[in-house]
């Protein structure tokens, strides 16, 4: 199945025939298309053991999004953004939280608060392109 193949059935609502690895793999080749990041993403889906190991699991049930080599001086040292997600949740839950962390990486400071209105109109530009299409 092609990439439009399932990007038309992802958007015709059809989702519930694919799997979770091509839902997965679909939603963030839209995010990435239709909301590109001025730094690269690294998107993970890790267990709750995994996220537990580094203490992110109590802060960050869900999910988090954090930026490596924000402050390195070395220039071959580039940013890039750091997605992980349990994938021990339904695909209801890791889709929200996938969307609710590319929504902090398109806003990454540019406002003081985690959750301030460009970060709610970022998270509600994605919904509307990728839910109510």
């Known amino acids: ?12 609502g059809q989702p519930k025939d694919l799997t979770v690895d091509q839902k997965f793999r679909l939603t963030l080749r ?3 298309k239709q ?31 954090s930026v490596a080599n924000a402050d390195s001086t070395d220039k071959d040292r580039k940013p890039y953004f750091v997605i992980e997600l349990r994938k021990d949740v339904s695909w209801e839950q890791m889709f929200h939280t996938l969307l609710h962390e590319w929504a902090h990486a398109l806003t990454w400071q540019r406002e003081a608060k985690d959750h301030g209105d460009l970060f709610s109109r970022a998270l509600g530009n994605l919904y509307r392109a990728l839910v109510e299409d």
């Open 1 to 12: 199945m092609t990439d439009e193949d399932l990007r038309a059935k992802y958007l015709l």
């Open 30 to 32: 839209l995010l990435r």
């Open 35 to 65: 909301f590109p990041i001025e730094c690269p993403v690294r998107v993970r889906r890790r267990t709750s053991e995994q996220m537990a190991y580094g203490g992110r699991l109590q802060d960050a049930p869900h999910g988090y999004c």
